[in-house]
């Protein structure tokens, strides 16, 4: 059984860091594309930011390119996201999600894909 | 930018189809993902390329992409149905939710 785990969240000041762990078991974690996707209170789903199988390629949403760092340990079967630089906008449920181990690129036919969610981590930025 | 536009709600009687739309330019060249999200809980995929069901999503959950618009169809519907759906969608080198759309089955 596929089980995604995520932690780190809490309340942090704006400007502040914070750093999101999500460790993985119940599959081959090396072999999958990994994401991670947030749902402000009340609101819809939002792409953050997705990882190749290796972490070699990485990718943005404009809101948080160049504040937020995606990476993966895949000898600890573990994804991270590290967020610098927070705003009261980024207050969230923080979900970590599983892609596919297939081809996988912008265009390809499971870029979006997530097949199997964690239950999500809430980060509040407020002071 | 892209954006993916649904209608905020829908109602549906029990047994009776519900169909929700994502709208988007050139939607047809691109494959749209579905989620299902119930309240307090994680949401889970039901529709990936466009009309494929991940193991363990029931028959009566459809999807379908021309044009403009994807639609998912939920034929025979149940009261387990109720849930938010949400269409994804790639964008250059990101990847696009609709806002949702909250199905009501009454």
């Known amino acids: 059984e596929v089980q995604l785990l995520e932690s780190g969240g809490g309340l942090v000041q704006p400007g502040g860091s914070l750093r999101l762990p999500c460790s993985a078991s119940?599959?081959?974690?090396?072999?999958?594309?990994m994401t991670w996707v947030r749902q402000a209170p009340g609101r819809g789903l939002e792409w953050v930011s997705s990882?190749?199988?290796?972490?070699?390629?990485?990718y943005y949403a404009d809101s948080v390119r160049g504040r937020f760092t995606i990476s993966r340990d895949n000898s600890k079967n573990t994804l991270y996201l590290v967020m610098d630089s927070l705003r009261p906008e980024d207050t969230a449920v923080y979900y970590c999600?599983?892609?596919?181990?297939?081809?996988?690129?912008?265009?390809?036919?499971?870029?979006?894909?997530?097949?199997?969610w964690g239950q999500g981590t809430l980060v509040s930025v407020s002071s | 930018s892209f954006e993916l536009t649904q209608p905020p709600s829908v109602s549906v009687s029990p047994g009776q189809t519900a169909s929700i739309t994502c709208s988007g330019d050139n939607m047809g060249d691109k494959f749209v993902c579905w989620y299902q999200q119930k309240p307090g809980q994680s949401p889970v995929l039901v529709i990936f390329?466009?009309?494929k069901r991940p193991s363990g999503i029931p028959e009566r959950f459809y999807g379908s992409n021309s044009g403009n618009t994807a639609t998912l169809t939920i034929s025979g519907a149940q009261a387990m149905d109720e849930a938010d759906y949400f269409c994804q969608a790639w964008a250059g080198d990101t990847v696009v939710f609709g806002g949702g759309t909250k199905l009501t089955v009454l």
């Open positions: 990882i190749s199988k290796s972490g070699d390629s990485t």
């Open positions: 999600a599983k892609g596919v181990d297939g081809s996988w690129y912008p265009g390809s036919s499971d870029f979006g894909l997530l097949s199997d």
């Open positions: 119940g599959f081959t974690f090396k072999s999958y594309v």
């Open positions: 390329r466009d009309t």
